[in-house]
């Protein structure tokens, strides 16, 4: 993200005295561009210029060569000799470019660098080195170490370098004390990767008077007649053969020559510190000016060697088996669809390869140390070629990034003007007055932009000349007005601003989001208003199975080969009647689930391999049932409200979504300590819970154990149940399949079920429950144990024992089951704590008794025997 400092920004803007990067992220933030970060220096000083008196070389045993010197660092600074007099420290310098008589900079004991590196006399190579030369590495200037910083070299004018004295603070000098502006920009505002862009949008925001540099630079563009046979710095051809959705890649090509350039030229100091500042390496100074102007104008630009090049230039899609090896020694297969920038070597139109346009350059061309005329590029290519081919071989660039964003197609003369002004006066190079400008750019067609749509969709009530205002100092030229309906032509460096829409979010933006009232919209209640009865019962499944202590989780429907494999579920059944995705998020899960627990066991799996034993989680979402013999699901136009037929058509192809729950528990279901008692989760902690969630909603549930043939694969073929309502199977409870467990990692008698919520909920009838009131008269309690056939259900004889007690019965608990070589083969003892109780009367002995007998008598038709 763009760098902000202050001191370039007073180029271009009035900036006020004071101003702090706190405040002016403030004043950015107000126009829509975030701070991201405010840099301050990780250097403390001392941090000194010194002048080198000495520097003495002395070989070492190790084969180095190290000079210790005595550097002059002020008298303020200075060491102190026995007569009490300021001398030169000493210092031991392995650099190979030290040398006596050059101004260096000196880190001072005390001094903290980069990576809290803390400099301190100390001794080395026989020497007591009180301070530190520093390179550009050590400051974090830059990435060079391969010799000390001298000052000299470093960009000064001579009368600057003269004033440069012993002990002056260098921080300061070379703005090391300074902090930086990190902005967030949005993609659609590409404009604010330069300093004219963000001075424009502190303008927007403060009122401060902005003056475009670009205006002045296009009074001293060369104008040459646009005739056939005037002479150009070089020729240029666009040849586009494979457009993107017809966009030609390169509508604007400009070419501009700079001859007798000085090779080795120095960069200036000022232009090298932005740059640093910028988070850029200086490099040479035909580089670093064509990056200079790409950071304070926003056009990328190129600079080549103009002896090398051999017109014509081409600008053309690259064609099959073509490579390129680019400045960064990676060679790249080429794609059609990558836009290049070639040259003509022997009358071959476009065979050699100078870059990829927009992206990164190659190796042939580039301006060197011996280079003395220079070619700058300065284009407009389309955004989409740019991003793709910087995305197909993971080059971005600081150009790519921009111009993906898109560039002003105005721009190209002023950024050649500047550029090849910096390079005349710092690089004595004379600029041509005959550039090639190849511009087959399109004007831009005018909005028709009504008034009244600010107020209907900002909701600011603005009056013609305040809108008029806003829009003209953006840079859009505005015409009519009088009728409310203007026509609007955005500027050039506003590519996004191409609706009505844009230009109603660029007045709310400039005008302030911060004074757009607050109305609460007007919302007309008619019928049936709030939660839908299957969104609360959705509400107390979840809350039911929050209350018993599971944890909720949502995980992405999509699974795979390998869930059905872990599930044991036979994928040539299943994968006919499963939705897949055209173009899924992962090549090895391409279909939407049919069940929730593939994929909550994927939770499940995570959070046991991240160390945590005792997992106990449900999700509740919706599966996918495919239906192969649904209608194909018809393609509809666009901006077209689609008629009733066509929505029933989609519906009737789309798959059924029904809403399902499901848990898994693991590891402990009680735990009380050290001293306590521990128990495993099994089967009957997940059979508790899908009661739980069946007593809440009101639903009346049986579990029905099948045989273990007709078990489903993934389920304990013993421990395992169908939750039937209202005569259909709804959903399974009981415990995972041991295949299932080893395949997931799970420990065994991992417990689950899962219950398709929309059948259950078509099985509640949603009436107020009638409560019965209160008996004031006393209980009668009862232990009825009955040993029945293995065959008999709990469930069977509950029932029959609440039929044969009818009305009186209050309560119904299962408290024993005993199975044992005293009750015989087959049998089984269910023991039940019944209680009786009248609404209007006190029971006697008599009619426990009557009760107690009933009971008996119907027990014994399911043959259950009441025991002694």
Known sequence: ?????????????????????????????????????????????????????????????????????????????????????????????????????????????????????????????????????????????????????????????PEEYDSLKPGDDAMHMLHLDQPILEINVTPDRGYAFSYRGIAREFHNST?????????????????VENTGDAKRDVDVIIDDDNPIHGVVGCDRYYARAVHGYQPGSTTPNW??????????????????????????????????????????????????????????????????????????PNGQQGSRILGIAGVMGGMYGEVTDETTNILLEAAHFDPITIARSARRHKIPSEASRRFERGVDDKLQPAAAQMASELLEKYGEATPSLTPEDVDTTKRRTPIVFKASEVKRLAG??????????????????????????????????????????????????????????????HAPVEGHVGLTADQKHKRQV??????????????????????????????????????????PLADDRPFLRRELLLTLAQTVRRNLRRGIENVSCYEIGHVYLADPNAPAIPALPGAVKPTDEQL?????????????????????????GWLGDKRAVDWSDAVEAARRVAKRLGADIVLDQPKAEDVPAQWHPGRAARIVAAGE??????????????????????????IDLTALFATLSDKPVQAKPISTFPPVKQDLAFTMPDSLTAHELEEAIRQAAGDVLE???????????????????????????????????EDSEAIRARIVERAATLGAQLRA
Request: charged share 25%.
């Open 460 to 521: 600011l009530d603005l009056d013609l000349n305040e809108i008029n205002g806003i829009l003209t100092d953006i840079g859009c030229v505005v015409g009519g007005g009088g009728n409310g309906e203007f026509t609007v032509t955005p500027p050039s460096w506003r590519p996004d601003l191409t609706e009505a829409c844009d230009l109603v979010e660029e007045i709310a933006r400039i005008y302030g989001y911060d004074r757009i009232p607050t109305r609460v919209p």
């Open 729 to 754: 199977t709804v959903g399974f409870v009981g415990e995972l399949h041991p295949k299932v467990d080893d395949e997931l990692g799970f420990p065994h008698h991992t417990a689950a079920f899962e």
């Open 1 to 157: 993200m763009p760098m902000v400092d202050i001191d370039w920004l007073r180029d271009d803007v009035e900036v006020p005295q004071g101003l702090t990067y706190e405040q002016l992220a403030k004043d950015l933030v107000r126009v829509g561009l975030e701070e991201e970060e405010i840099h301050t220096s990780q250097l403390t000083g001392p941090i000194v210029i010194g002048y080198v008196v000495d520097a003495t070389p002395e070989p070492q045993k190790n084969g180095k060569t190290i000079n210790w010197c005595h550097v002059d660092v002020g008298d303020e600074y200075n060491d102190v000799d026995e007569n009490g007099n300021k001398v030169p420290r000493g210092i031991v310098c392995g650099a190979p470019n030290m040398k006596a008589g050059e101004k260096v900079v000196v880190t001072l004991p005390g001094a903290v660098l980069p990576g809290d590196f803390r400099i301190e006399p100390r001794k080395t190579y026989g020497h007591i080195s009180d301070g530190m030369c520093a390179s550009e590495r050590e400051l974090g200037l830059g990435d060079s170490h391969d010799g000390i910083i001298l000052l000299r070299d470093y960009g000064f004018t």
């Open 648 to 672: 029933a058509a989609l519906d009737a192809g789309l798959p059924e979504q029904p809403l399902h729950v499901a848990a898994i528990m693991t590891g402990l279901a009680e735990d009380d």
């Open 811 to 845: 309560s119904i608990e299962l408290f024993d089951v005993y199975e044992g070589d005293q009750l015989g083969e087959g049998k089984k003892s269910l023991a039940y704590a019944v209680t009786f109780r009248a609404p209007d009367r006190t029971l006697t002995s």
């Open 271 to 344: 232009m090298r510190r932005r740059l640093t500042r910028a988070g850029m390496r200086s490099l040479s100074l035909p580089v670093d000016v064509t990056n200079y102007v790409m950071l304070d104008l926003g056009q990328p630009m190129h600079a080549y060697d103009l002896d090398k090049i051999e017109g014509p230039i081409v600008v053309r899609r690259a064609k099959v088996g073509e490579k390129l090896t680019t400045l960064d020694g990676k060679e790249h297969d080429l794609d059609p669809e990558d836009l290049l920038i070639t040259d003509s």
């Open 542 to 583: 979840a809350n039911e199975l929050a209350e018993y202590g599971l944890v909720e989780t949502l995980s992405y429907p999509f699974v795979g080969p390998a869930d059905y494999k872990a599930f044991m579920i036979d994928t040539d059944k299943v994968e006919p009647v499963s939705v897949q995705i055209v173009n």
């Open 207 to 223: 009122g401060a008077k902005f003056t475009d540099p670009v205006v002045a630079l296009n009074e001293r563009v060369p104008h």
